[in-house]
């Protein structure tokens, strides 16, 4: 079974740029989440969807970030404009409810480190 | 208020038992005590789950005390490849659940 997958793994732009994120979760998943991650730092959730609803983006800067996840499946994160301080790792996380013993199970991307100069 | 409090490091050897203790005091009745795995330059993976007293899988030990406010992740015998940050997470495993990572744990195993 394919993991979940997010492109691209390295991204470096200047301030000021767009950039945008691309997630697709395993299939069968309904819950996709974005988190970031700063170095040093745990995950933090900015944005969970329960197919294609966003259900809880309160951390998620609005006024730069968006998402969208059309037709409940694959998912796409974009920072416009970007700042420095949005350096970090970018992760996608998809799980799927369901009466079993791991019920919720996170399973993550390898993530999407963005550098911002 | 956080929801779970771990050392932040800890540093073993090669062949030792290690065990991370996680507080998390304002557990609630519908909560469950879930551990990730992070390496770098990974997502991390779930380990281990439980909801009261001994889980036991192929990679660890998940002890969860009567009164539930703690719970100890136990390695056995750990290896160099078990360097990673170790992170304690509890929630409701309902729909409104959100997991939330602390900072973790990051342990380092020494030759």
């Known amino acids: 079974e394919a993991g979940v997958v997010q492109s691209p793994r390295y991204k470096i732009i200047e301030k000021k740029q767009p950039v945008a994120f691309w997630c697709n979760p395993i299939s069968g998943h309904n819950t996709l989440y974005w988190y970031r991650q700063n170095l040093g730092q745990g995950p933090e959730l900015l944005i969970r969807y329960e197919n294609e609803e966003a259900v809880d983006d309160s951390q998620l800067p609005k006024d730069r970030f968006s998402a969208e996840r059309l037709k409940g499946v694959d998912s796409t994160l974009k920072i416009q404009p970007a700042e420095l301080g949005d350096s970090a790792v970018y992760l996608c996380?998809?799980?799927?409810?369901?009466?079993?013993?791991?019920?919720?199970?996170?399973?993550f991307g390898e993530g999407s480190r963005l550098t911002v100069l | 208020l956080a929801k779970t409090t771990q050392p932040i490091s800890m540093d073993s050897y090669e062949g030792q038992e290690v065990n991370i203790t996680c507080s998390h005091n304002?557990?609630?009745?519908?909560?469950?005590i879930t551990w990730y795995q992070q390496f770098p330059s990974q997502g991390p993976r779930f380990i281990i789950q439980?909801?009261?007293t001994k889980v036991t899988n192929e990679v660890a030990s998940l002890f969860i005390p009567a009164d539930r406010k703690s719970s100890t992740l136990s390695l056995p015998r750990v290896s160099l490849s078990d360097t990673a940050v170790y992170y304690c997470l509890v929630g409701d495993k309902g729909g409104s659940y959100i997991p939330t990572f602390g900072r973790g744990t990051s342990l380092i195993v020494h030759p």
């Open positions: 304002n557990i609630a009745t519908n909560d469950y």
């Open positions: 996380a998809s799980s799927k409810r369901g009466g079993t013993s791991r019920d919720g199970e996170l399973f």
């Open positions: 439980g909801y009261k």
